[in-house]
């Protein structure tokens, strides 16, 4: 779970927080956090966590064996989950009877929903396949801003927004991936539907970190 677009080192120490208070356990010590991460590196984490207090997501640590705490105001409340975002699928389509506990810290001021990530487009900025993503409802969008899109009216993709402003002016959607290009369009071509606020993710056990 990202929100501040951490790392995604960052975002698997959240999301094993997060997995560690769901089952109930007492805040963990840095020690505990490394064996259940399988962590090489004891000053990598403290580093992931600083970036956590940073973020807002963890309280700062106060005494050497304090236990690393999640932040109160970042208590989970449920959104719909809309589906899975893949490249030719409108999202509106898309009807599930689901819901999924998404921290305030994640969720924008505006209604949200929330969307599986499919496809490796977006690896640069952290999104990984699998993946999912917060979105605030919102039909426009800054340059910049990750956006969930509407390309003629049925092929949905979540991509990188920049405005061009021409002539002719254009919307320019970027994938955060070397391997792929940039695609660009007439305005009209193109319906703001969402706009990223936030992401989560499964923690992977196999992953060792450095």
Known sequence: MTGAWLTRRQADVLAWL????RRGGRPPNLDEICRGLHLRSRGSLHKHVRALIEA?????IRGRRRGVRLR???AADEVPLAGTI????????????????VPALLRGRRPCFALRVRGDSMIGDGILDGDIVIVERREEAR??????AIIDGA????????TVDGPPPAIELRPANPRMQALRYSPDRVRVTGVVTGQMRSYRATRAMR
């Open 143 to 148: 340059s910049g801003e990750i956006v969930v």
């Open 155 to 162: 092929e949905a993709t979540l991509k990188r927004l920049r």
């Open 86 to 101: 893949v490249a030719g699928r409108p999202i509106e389509a898309v009807e599930l009877p689901e819901s999924i506990e």
């Open 72 to 74: 109160e105001d970042a």
């Open 56 to 60: 807002g997501f963890v309280e700062p």
């Open 18 to 21: 997060e997995e560690h208070r």
